[in-house]
């Protein structure tokens, strides 16, 4: 008969249940979820936040630096740092907003969007694999209900 050794017994279980709460569900399934999409999007030679840039910018909009900063939900800073290497790499470029002279508007390059389209493919495939023990309306539900939890709101921070 064995016995566990203290260190196993004394180790608190953290995992999902039932009654945890739903803030912590969403923040471990969006942790999940980024490591997933994450390894696509490093098989490219980008990180997962670079993809989120270049998708933004391939649903177009001709947003300013600072809208775009908003609207995926990082720091000007941060963002800049992401378009500098993107354009180092030749997948974005950046030209001057109509009217104002200082602000930018970045555009996502020929280059970008085909590597952009090579992550979403396999982005697309890593979420089925990850979703498969739901039924397709039980995904349809979650993916409602998570679009009426986000709504229209330009929440600071950013959880990438």
Same mark, same amino acid.
């Given at each position: 008969m064995?016995?566990?050794?203290?260190?196993?017994?004394?180790?608190?279980r953290?995992?999902?249940t039932?009654?945890?709460?739903i803030?912590?569900l969403?923040? &471990?399934?969006?942790?999940?979820?980024?490591a997933?999409t $994450?390894?696509q999007?490093?098989?490219e030679? +980008?990180?997962?936040?670079?993809?989120?840039?270049?998708s933004?910018?391939?649903?177009? $909009?001709?947003?300013?630096?600072?809208?775009?900063?908003?609207e995926v939900?990082?720091?000007?800073?941060?963002?800049?740092?992401q378009?500098?290497?993107?354009?180092?790499?030749g997948?974005?470029?950046?030209r001057?907003?109509?009217g104002?002279? &200082?602000a930018r508007?970045?555009?996502?390059?020929?280059a970008?969007?085909a590597v952009?389209?090579?992550?979403?493919?396999?982005? &697309?495939?890593?979420e089925?694999d990850a979703?498969?023990?739901f039924?397709p309306?039980q995904?349809?539900? +979650?993916?409602?209900? +998570?679009?009426?939890l986000?709504?229209d709101?330009?929440?600071? $921070?950013?959880c990438?």
């Open positions: 064995s016995t566990p050794s203290a260190t196993t017994a004394a180790t608190p953290l995992g999902p039932l009654d945890s709460e803030t912590w969403l923040h &471990r399934a969006a942790q999940r979820m980024h997933l $994450g390894e999007a490093e098989v030679g +980008l990180s997962l936040r670079d993809h989120i840039v270049l933004a910018l391939h649903l177009g $909009g001709d947003l300013t630096q600072a809208e775009l900063a908003r939900g990082l720091d000007k800073t941060t963002l800049m740092s378009l500098d290497r993107l354009e180092r790499a997948l974005v470029l950046r001057p907003a109509p104002d002279r &200082r508007i970045p555009v996502i390059t020929e970008g969007d952009r389209a090579k992550v979403a493919a396999a982005c &697309r495939t890593v089925a979703l498969a023990a039924a309306d995904v349809d539900a +979650l993916r409602h209900m +998570l679009v009426h986000i709504g709101s330009a929440d600071r $921070g950013s990438l």
